[in-house]
């Protein structure tokens, strides 16, 4: 199964980032880094970013992560960027379906 933080560490990679996906693993349970992030990307010359990536149907799971949220004020505070990856299937029926992403900037 694909999830989310790998469909955003390889849309990162292919904007020229370097990306990990940064979540982890314990049982069933997934730990975000510090609370908020899937993955981290960084290019030169713009910057640092953490992504939360969620299906569109978790969207209203994901809406406390903004630029009020303690950790993401501090990292957005410190030179960071902070991006949501609302990803969703898109296609003609009988289709194989594609996947893609809406993108917002917490500022």
């Given at each position: 199964m694909v999830t989310t933080a790998r469909l955003s560490r390889?849309?990162?990679?292919?904007?020229g980032f370097t990306a990990e996906t940064v979540e982890k693993r314990s049982g069933i349970f997934r730990n975000d880094l510090f609370g908020v992030a899937d993955v981290i990307a960084f290019?030169?010359?713009t910057?640092?970013?953490l992504?939360?990536?969620?299906?569109?149907?978790a969207k209203k799971e994901h809406e406390h992560l903004n630029s009020e949220h303690p950790i993401i004020k501090l990292?957005?505070?410190?030179g960071g960027h902070f991006v949501h990856h609302e990803w969703y299937q898109h296609g003609k029926r009988g289709?194989?379906?594609?996947w893609a992403v809406n993108?917002?900037?917490?500022?």
């Open positions: 390889d849309y990162m990679r292919k904007c290019k030169p010359n910057g640092i970013v992504i939360q990536a969620y299906r569109k149907a990292w957005l505070l410190s289709k194989r379906k594609r993108t917002k900037d917490i500022v």
